[in-house]
């Protein structure tokens, strides 16, 4: 079972960044794909961004490519989500979410993720 704490949400002006950690407890780590999925009031979870187990494979949702940048450092247990030129719509609960399995591309679906963090709010004003 892995454990899963985020941090580093908070308010920020438009333009600005943010750096999201996620830390997990628990020796499997590595055999994780991890992911960045958020939600806005009145909205679906969504995608945002994903790693493989290695860190040699990401995914992101087409909103914030170029944007945002997801890594992992699975020597500390944390994963980061690196926010950058935030926008308005950014605005959301962040949640990190760990998938079972050691495959190359990590999946975009929350139906993969078994294990879900308490989220964290990014308020991005304009």
């Known amino acids: 079972q892995v454990q899963l704490v985020e941090s580093g949400g908070g308010l920020v002006q438009a333009g600005g960044s943010l750096r999201l950690s996620c830390a997990a407890s628990?020796?499997?780590?590595?055999?994780?794909?991890m992911g960045w999925f958020r939600q806005a009031p009145g909205k679906e979870r969504e995608f945002v961004a994903a790693i493989n187990w290695s860190g040699g494979s990401t995914r992101y949702a087409d909103s914030v490519k170029g944007r945002f940048t997801i890594s992992r450092d699975n020597a500390k247990n944390t994963v980061y989500l690196q926010m950058n030129s935030l926008k308005p719509e950014d605005t959301a609960i962040y949640y990190c979410g760990a998938e079972p399995g050691s495959y190359y591309y990590p999946s975009v679906s929350e139906k993969r993720y078994n294990y879900w963090g308490q989220g964290t709010q990014v308020t991005v004003s304009s």
């Open positions: 628990g020796r499997t780590f590595s055999s994780y794909g």
